[in-house]
């Protein structure tokens, strides 16, 4: 494969899945060889541009990209990008912001450049007049994170089937890989070695499922297996769950983590992992960064999990917001570590089969060279 020229723009204010998915694929796509650029918006540097330089995002630029509609803004920012197009030859976009900014640059230039748009959300795409000439028109391919939001695509009739695809994953498996070593941990907080983790790395937030897991956990209390739950991240619902832990008297049981910089071997340290969210959360990043640890994990049945993991074989399954389901699956976890031994092996080897970066990267590396043969024809 040639190499290639890529400008991918995002608009985030803040560190969000969209502008993780997008700095993903921007650094594998660079180690795999091609010229990529990452525009940002301007005035993000420590919320945004700092953490995608820290992931190993090489070359960063940016434009105003302002929330709403801006129209001297705006046009700025489309002159400035169709100075930009003739450098590159594909443009991926991640938001409205700057699908429209670069289908209008695409539009004014005498070298317009394939333009791909990733939907991060579980959310309908109106088909009203001016949709249908974003995505009929401007854009040559939609690429969504899960199989649910392809449909979505498919159902508006936006765009014809053939120009949407699902690429789920893009998890970095050299960082998150089982020889990591978070045993330090275990000391940090007191916990004996005989005694299993069972984590959640969240934002304490109240569609995530902590409520569920603190429940879940005071019934395998009743049961006497207590293994320690660890709350990773931190949000607003942190007092609420604190007082629910205090309330069910588990407060020796569930520690509330906050925020751990180094995430991947704070979840080394996991001997099971859980993604329980209420409802659908997009991409679903923790589902991979946990089967690419190789740890066994129990997972609701929402999103992306159903589409990728088969019971009992990748993972368990639970249905979301069923505390005991939930407690029963933990319980058969804690007492067959061959069952843990044996999801973990195929967690790894899924992640390293179909999802890790490396694999998303080259998967969309080979449609940019795809449609641009095709253009090209």
């Not at 998890?171 to 000391?187: I, Y």
């Not at 879940?216 to 739950?229: E, K, R, S, T, Y």
């Not at 991240?233 to 020796?252: N, P, S, T, Y």
Request: charged share 25%; proline share 5%; net charge positive.
């Amino acid at each position: 494969m040639s190499r290639l020229r890529i400008l991918h723009l995002m608009s985030c204010r803040g560190w969000s899945s969209d502008a993780y998915w997008a700095t993903r694929v921007a650094v594998e796509l660079e180690r795999a060889g091609h010229d990529v650029t990452l525009c940002c918006r301007a005035g993000t540097e420590a919320r945004v541009i700092e953490r995608a330089r820290e992931m190993g995002v090489g070359r960063i630029v940016t434009l105003g990209l302002k929330s709403g509609f801006r129209p001297r803004d705006d046009l700025a920012d489309v002159r400035r990008l169709r100075e930009w197009l003739p450098h590159f030859d594909v443009l991926h976009v991640h938001r409205g912001k700057e699908h429209w900014i670069a289908a209008l640059a695409n539009r004014l230039s005498k070298t317009p450049r394939p333009l791909f748009r990733t939907r991060h959300i579980v959310h309908a795409v109106r088909p009203h007049a001016a949709n249908r000439w974003l995505y009929g028109t401007a854009t040559n391919f939609v690429v969504t994170v899960t199989e649910a939001i392809r449909r979505q695509y498919v159902a508006s009739g936006l765009l014809p089937p053939e120009r949407v695809v699902t690429l789920p994953g893009g998890v970095d498996a050299e960082q998150f890989h089982p020889g990591l070593d978070g045993s330090s941990l275990r000391g940090d907080l007191g916990i004996s070695r005989g005694r299993l983790l069972v984590g959640l790395v969240s934002g304490l937030r109240v569609m995530k499922g902590h409520e569920v897991a603190v429940h879940a956990a005071a019934l395998l209390a009743q049961d006497g297996v207590c293994p320690h739950f660890l709350f990773i991240g931190k949000g607003r619902r942190e007092e609420r769950i604190r007082e629910l832990v205090r309330a069910e008297g588990l407060e020796d049981r569930v520690t509330l983590m906050g925020f751990i910089p180094d995430v991947s071997r704070v979840m080394a340290a996991l001997d099971i992992a859980l993604y329980i969210p209420l409802e659908s959360d997009g991409m679903s990043r923790v589902v991979f960064e946990c089967l690419a640890l190789g740890r066994p994990l129990v997972a609701s049945r929402v999103g992306v999990v159903p589409e990728i993991l088969v019971d009992g074989r990748d993972a368990l399954l639970v249905p979301a917001g069923d505390p005991e389901l939930l407690a029963a699956a933990i319980k058969r976890l804690v007492a067959d570590p061959v069952l843990r031994t044996s999801l973990g092996l195929a967690a790894r080897r899924l992640v390293m089969v179909h999802y890790s970066g490396a694999r998303v990267a080259a998967r969309l590396a080979n449609l940019y060279t795809a449609v641009l043969r095709g253009l090209a024809e």
